[in-house]
Every structure is written in structure tokens, then in C-alpha cells.
């Protein structure tokens, strides 16, 4: 019987236990921010110990940074938790992009960024969508606050093996169809619980035609879909992304010898087998109030079904049988970890360019990384989007989660590219759409949701 890539690669990792049991893994690279890592630090000191492996840990601030003004930090538990964050990483010896530096950005766009995602490796973070790296060939997870003091403290980490889902998209999709759209319509037609319990494999030849970028987007709402782990196999895409980079192999012939090894048997063998035609989709708009509750384009938004439906309309202010176009947006935000690298700030900012965002609507673009924001800014999109009124800001989590100054106002709908619409997600009372940026950017300059295969040649 042949092996998925997630067999390999935890066989590769285990250093004690039984099948079915715990098992002891070794971990390759550890991610830290300043949220979820203070604690785990303050436990070392207490525990008189050192961080074991210095040189596999890397931090960020991203989470709690301004994106205006930087270093005006108004939020004293946010400044405390930034300064902390680089006093602990120069007490350990730990690398980090810390606030303002060249490298900083989110944690999940820092790691592919730097080189530090690769092929074959476990990768884990105290942030769950650290599945973002899977798109790599590896094991990538979000972790706790103990985990990561354990981590620190032993380069290891305790897990049980789970099940294996393989999530096959096949065909080619329209025009104004993107990767975002992939996932949101698994999460639709399956449920944010549908992942639970396995590590999910994305494969078929619509996962192949994808850039790495577009690939780190599906793993990374690997989480909505309610898997930790969403993981895909190396190819040349994946080989050509990681060499040049900082912490690129140093034997790069080496390392691909080695990465070839790693993609699925054909013979592998699977708890569960989804397949999506992507050749049907069309663009995903959410109505509700978690990632599940989201529609193509041309669809109507559905009939009560239970409690949480009609909460979700309630604080939504939707009816079943509207449709997407109906909504009355006030906010667009583009950004985050799930599409807000170069290529998705590229194709919103060809849809914006020449154009201005209707005047019902305030819209911000915040790139997920400082690398990010100074390539575009040397291909001349912050003046696109300026031009079309739109802002343009510091890198940062942003307007994703509330825990800085970007909120959207309570009452308002937005058309968000970031991967969670939870209730106040984005500030008290906000009320989040989740799209692709095309879609976001269309909404921009429509003042609503608009069709993208009409507008994308």
C-alpha cells in the first residue's frame, strides 16, 4: 500500500510512541508573535530553562500593530505585548522581524517569505492558521501557549496521528474565479466542521495550475474548514518559490532530490475522498456569520434552517432570498494572511486601476508583509490605489481581527478577503462578507457585489 505525503511525512518526524497513542514529534520550525508567546516565555524563566533551538525559531509582530502611524501605540496591552515580544527574542538569542523592521509582517506570509517554509518539514506557530505553510509540502499547525513552552523548551511537540482527507480539485475555472473561491465553496457545500479530525490533502490539476500564492490561500482556511492541518504535495512551483530566499537550502539540488521523494503514492489510501469541479464554481460571497454561510454569485441566500441561521440574519440584517448584489456595503478591506500578498494586491489593483471607489464606501489595502508593501510600491500599485481613494497602509493583521485600531464600524457590512466572518470578528457589531480580492476590489468600485467572470477577460 502506498503512502500519502502525510504519512512520509510524519514517519519522518516521530521519535517515540505508539500508533493510535501520542506520539513525539520533532519539529523543524517554530514561528512566534507577540500574542500567544509572552506566557511561554515567562515559563522558561520561571522553569530556569533555555529555549532549545534558538536557531529554528523565528518571530513577528503582526497581530496588535497600527497600520497608519507604527509606532503611535494608544492600546497600552498591545504596546506591552510588541515591546515584550522583543525583549524576550534578544533575552533567548531568537531571530525575529521585529515591529518595523524590513522583514515584519504576519506570521503566516513571514515564514514562505524569509525561506523558512519548506518541503518535508513540521512547522508550528501559537496561531491556527499556521496551516498556511502546508502549501509547501509540510506538516504546518497552530499550537497553544503550553505547546509552545514545550516547543521552546524541547524542539518537540506531542501528537496523535489523525485521519486523512484528500480534497481533489479537478478542471479549470472561469475567468474571475480564484483559489479564495475554491475554498469558500468547500466550506459551503461541507461545513466548517467537515475537516475535523483529519489532515487534509489538496491535490488535483486546479491545485496544480495554482502559484504558490494562490496555494497558501486554500491551506490557510484549511482551519475554517475545520482542519489544523491542510497540507499539498512539492512540485517545481514549490522548489522555484523557495530558492533565492534568505533561509533557503544552501544545497538546493540537494534538497529537491530529497523533496521529490515526498508527493503521494498513486496507490495511497485515504479515510475520505472529496472532489471539486472548479470548472462550476462561481465567485463566493458570505452571508452569515461563519465561513459556511457563504453562496456563489448567482444564488439567493438560503431559507432558515435553525437557531444559528436566524441569529445569523438577525445580526447580519439580511433576509433569506436576497441576493449578494443586495448588500449594502460601507467598508472594503483587503489584506490579511489568506490574500494579502503581491500577486492578490496585483490583480485587485488591475481591476482598480483608472477607476475611483464609489463614495458610500470607505476602503483600506494593507499589505501582509513590509517585503510585500515595497514591491508593490516599486510597481507603482499604492499609486493605483491611492488614486482610486482608496487607503494605503503599514503591514499588518489590520482589519482581520480586532486587536489594533482597524475596525469596521459596528452596523456596517464589508467585503473582507480575510478567512473569518465570526460576530464582531472585526469590530463590535461589524458585519464581514467574505470574497477573493477581485471581488473585493470590484465591490470597491461598484459600491456592491458584482459578477467577476463579467468584468475579468
Not at 497600520?67 to 515584550?84: A, C, G, P, R, Y
Not at 516547543?151 to 501528537?159: I, M, R
Not at 499588518?396 to 478577503?417: I, K, Q
Amino acid at each position: 500500500m502506498g503512502q500519502t505525503i502525510f504519512d512520509k511525512l510524519w514517519e519522518r518526524h516521530v521519535i517515540t510512541g505508539e500508533t493510535f497513542e501520542p506520539q513525539l514529534l520533532y519539529v523543524d520550525f517554530h514561528m512566534i508573535h507577540e500574542v500567544t508567546s509572552p506566557q511561554a516565555f515567562q515559563g522558561l524563566r520561571e522553569a530556569g530553562r533555555k529555549v532549545r533551538r534558538p536557531d529554528l525559531t523565528f518571530g513577528t509582530t503582526d497581530h496588535n500593530v497600527p497600520t497608519v502611524d507604527i509606532f503611535n501605540i494608544s492600546d497600552l496591552i498591545s504596546k506591552n505585548q510588541i515591546d515584550t515580544l522583543a525583549r524576550n527574542v534578544e533575552e533567548f538569542g531568537i531571530d525575529a522581524a521585529t515591529h518595523g523592521s524590513a522583514r515584519q509582517g504576519i506570521v503566516h506570509m513571514v515564514g514562505p517569505e524569509t525561506g523558512n517554509a519548506q518541503p518535508g518539514k513540521v512547522i508550528v506557530c501559537g496561531d491556527s492558521h499556521t496551516a498556511t505553510n502546508g502549501a509547501f509540502g509540510a506538516i504546518a499547525f497552530g499550537i497553544g501557549t503550553s505547546e509552545v513552552e514545550h516547543v521552546f523548551a524541547t524542539q518537540t511537540l506531542w501528537q496523535v496521528k489523525p485521519k486523512q482527507m484528500k480534497v481533489d480539485f479537478i478542471g479549470k475555472p472561469a475567468k474571475g474565479v480564484y483559489s479564495k473561491d475554491f475554498i469558500l465553496a468547500l466550506i459551503a457545500k461541507h461545513g466548517v466542521d467537515a475537516g475535523v479530525g483529519y489532515a487534509v490533502e489538496f491535490t488535483g490539476e486546479a491545485v496544480a495550475d495554482l502559484e504558490m500564492e494562490e496555494r497558501m490561500t486554500i491551506c490557510n482556511m484549511a482551519i475554517e474548514f475545520g482542519s489544523k492541518i491542510g497540507l499539498m504535495n512539492p512540485d517545481q512551483k514549490t522548489y522555484d518559490y523557495v530558492a533565492g530566499r534568505e533561509f533557503s537550502p544552501k544545497d538546493m539540488a540537494a534538497a529537491i532530490a530529497d523533496w521529490e521523494t515526498l508527493p503521494s503514492d498513486a496507490d495511497a489510501v485515504y479515510d475520505k475522498v472529496i472532489t471539486i469541479d472548479v470548472s462550476k464554481l462561481a465567485p463566493m460571497v458570505t452571508w452569515g456569520t461563519n465561513p459556511e454561510m457563504g453562496i456563489e454569485f448567482t444564488e439567493s441566500f438560503p431559507e432558515i434552517k435553525d437557531f444559528n441561521d436566524e441569529r445569523a440574519y438577525t445580526y447580519m440584517d439580511l433576509k433569506p432570498g436576497g441576493k449578494p448584489s443586495d448588500i449594502d456595503l460601507g467598508y472594503v478591506f483587503i489584506g490579511s494572511c489568506t490574500n494579502a500578498r503581491l500577486s492578490d494586491l496585483q490583480l485587485a489593483a488591475e481591476i482598480v486601476k483608472g477607476q475611483k471607489i464609489a463614495s458610500t464606501l470607505t476602503a483600506i489595502v494593507v499589505p501582509g508583509s513590509r517585503p510585500v508593501k515595497e514591491a508593490a510600491e516599486a510597481l507603482g500599485l499604492d499609486k493605483i490605489f491611492l488614486d482610486a481613494g482608496f487607503e494605503w497602509r503599514e503591514p499588518g493583521c489590520s482589519m482581520c481581527l480586532g486587536m489594533n485600531p482597524d475596525h469596521v464600524p459596528e452596523g456596517v457590512h464589508c467585503a473582507s478577503t480575510s478567512n473569518r466572518n465570526f460576530e464582531g470578528r472585526q469590530g463590535h457589531g461589524a458585519r464581514t462578507h467574505l470574497c477573493s480580492p477581485v471581488m473585493a476590489a470590484l465591490a470597491a468600485i461598484n459600491g456592491k457585489f458584482v459578477d467577476a467572470r463579467e468584468v475579468v477577460a
